[in-house]
Every structure is written in structure tokens, then in C-alpha cells.
T-cell receptor, first 113, second 112 residues
Framework: EAQVTQNPRYLITVTGKKLTVTCSQN?????MSWYRQDPGLGLRQIYY???????DKGDVPEGYKVSRKEKRNFPLILESPSPNQTSLYFC????????????FGSGTRLTVV | QKEVEQDPGPLSVPEGAIVSLNCTYS??????FMWYRQYSRKGPELLMY????GNKEDGRFTAQVDKSSKYISLFIRDSQPSDSATYLC????????????FGAGTRLAVHP
């Protein structure tokens, strides 16, 4: 089954403790992206990657890092999480930079206390 | 001002009603228009996409784009309780990597 898999689904952590949210897709998509979803603000792009070793900032990149060492994986790293990073996070992938639509993961609900 | 405006609702309708969901946008460079559906505790899934003004039908769903008014709509005919979800409009403009912008989403509840 074609899918984007994120882990973990739920995470509660403390301020300053480094964490990684993993994302993997099995569709051989070149384009991958991370979004956060907050009430009233919709989905906002954090980082995106157009291919292996090619990443760039989205609209809200502060406090986040990403890497793209393999085509299928695109982890999101929070080096020092803060409470304002409490949010619902989605990884997404696309064959043609979004024109054909994105496939989203099921989401990771992160709470930073 | 946000690039894409969408009324968050919630919108509550009886089963069988025709539902109209709308978004307005400010950037005339947007070229591709999409609607995503998001069920609770799930990621968004693509419902429809179009790149031209006019209507596009898919079963009970019709997507309408009016580029001159910078306005897009999604119509749902014969709405069902299973249509209860949040509907997100999304738009793409070419900026080297095709930047995708989402509306905030409209929550729809269809009650039996």
C-alpha cells in the first residue's frame, strides 16, 4: 500500500530534550515536506526537500532541522523543543512538487511541557 | 492579510443537503487549486484538483474556480454523515518548487 509513515503518533516531552520525528514514504517520491497544523492557522510548511541532499526552509523553520540522506526518509529534528512547538505535525510527499497532490502521513501530536 | 482565506465554520447541515465550501485568495499567481478532506486524527487526503477556471465534477463533488474573482468553491451534493470532516482548500504558485498554501480549513458536520 502506498503510504507515508510517521512515528511516533503521540509524543510528550520536556523543554530542551532533543527529539526526532521519523517520516518514510514507499512511493519513490522525490518531493517531501513537513507541515505543522495549529487551530485557526491551518497547515504551515516547516521544511521541504526536492530530492536527496536538497532541503530548504518553508514558512516556519525556526527551531527545526531536517535531513534527506535517502529518498524515502525525511526526519524532522527538534534540537531544543519549546512549548510553542506543541502542535500537530504532518509529513507529506509528492511525485510532481504538489501538482498531482500530496500524500500525507497520519500525523504526530507533539506536546512540549 | 492571509494569502488564502477560508471560513473555519463549523458548518452543520442535515443529511442530503447541498454543501458549499469557499475560499478566497489574494495572489493572482496561483495556478493550481485543490481541495483536501481531513478526518479527525488523520492526515489530509486529496479530493480534487484543477488548474483552470470553471467547474470540475467527480461524483457528488464539484470544484469551481473563478480566477477573475479569486474565488474557489467545493460543492457536495446529497451530503452524507461520512462527509463530516474538515475541508481544506490549497493552492500552488510556481516559485521554483511550486509553493503550496493551505486555507485554515472548514469543519463540516452532516447530521442524520
Amino acid at each position: 500500500e502506498a503510504q507515508v509513515t510517521q512515528n511516533p503518533r503521540y509524543l510528550i516531552t520536556v523543554t530542551g530534550k532533543k527529539l526526532t520525528v521519523t517520516c518514510s514514504q514507499n512511493m519513490n517520491h522525490e518531493y517531501m515536506s513537513w507541515y505543522r497544523q495549529d487551530p485557526g492557522l491551518g497547515l504551515r510548511q516547516i521544511y521541504y526537500s526536492m530530492n536527496v541532499e536538497v532541503t530548504d526552509k518553508g514558512d516556519v523553520p525556526e527551531g527545526y532541522k531536517v535531513s534527506r540522506k535517502e529518498k524515502r526518509n525525511f526526519p524532522l529534528i527538534l534540537e531544543s523543543p519549546s512549548p510553542n512547538q506543541t502542535s500537530l505535525y504532518f509529513c507529506a510527499s509528492s511525485l510532481d512538487r504538489g501538482i498531482d497532490g500530496y500524500t500525507f502521513g497520519s500525523g504526530t501530536r507533539l506536546t512540549v511541557v | 492579510q492571509k494569502e488564502v482565506e477560508q471560513d473555519p465554520g463549523p458548518l452543520s447541515v442535515p443529511e442530503g443537503a447541498i454543501v458549499s465550501l469557499n475560499c478566497t485568495y489574494s495572489n493572482s499567481a496561483f495556478q493550481y487549486f485543490m481541495w483536501y478532506r481531513q478526518y479527525s486524527r488523520k492526515g489530509p487526503e486529496l479530493l480534487m484538483y484543477t488548474y483552470s477556471s470553471g467547474n470540475k465534477e467527480d461524483g457528488r463533488f464539484t470544484a469551481q474556480v473563478d480566477k477573475s474573482s479569486k474565488y474557489i468553491s467545493l460543492f457536495i451534493r446529497d451530503s452524507q454523515p461520512s462527509d463530516s470532516a474538515t475541508y481544506l482548500c490549497a493552492m500552488i504558485y510556481r516559485s521554483g518548487y511550486n509553493k503550496l498554501i493551505f486555507g485554515a480549513g472548514t469543519r463540516l458536520a452532516v447530521h442524520p
